[in-house]
């Protein structure tokens, strides 16, 4: 299963990181493809969600969560070392937010220590 790999992080009660070698291997072992399949196999699929946002485009992963681009106005702001007024222009971002089963897993989950 995903995330049952312990780092020495773990041990130190620190949290880990799962990143995408840990993503290949998870799907290695679950799928039994090739290491070199399975990395092809992660790889395209991240590829395919950040061209959809990319296009504006929302990605919504059933029982994981939502990922949307929002365009953000123009407004003013504050410097807040100095709290005079600064301009923030507009732009782009990504906002997740995650599903009710995934928040319910989460929320459920027992902290170790």
């Known amino acids: 299963m995903i995330g049952t790999r312990h780092t020495g992080a773990d041990l130190l ?63 003013m702001g504050r410097n807040p070392k100095t709290g005079e007024p600064a301009a923030i222009h507009p732009r782009r971002v990504i906002s997740f937010r995650a599903s009710q089963i995934m928040k319910s897993r989460v929320h459920g989950a027992s902290v170790e220590g």
């Open 13 to 75: 009660g620190e949290p880990s990181t799962l990143t995408r070698a840990d993503l290949c291997e998870a799907v290695h072992e679950e799928v039994g493809l090739s290491r070199q399949e399975c990395s092809s196999l992660v790889e395209r699929t991240l590829e395919l969600i950040v061209e959809s946002l990319e296009r504006g485009e929302t990605v919504k992963l059933s029982g994981f969560g939502v990922f949307q681009v929002r365009d953000k106005r123009a407004r």
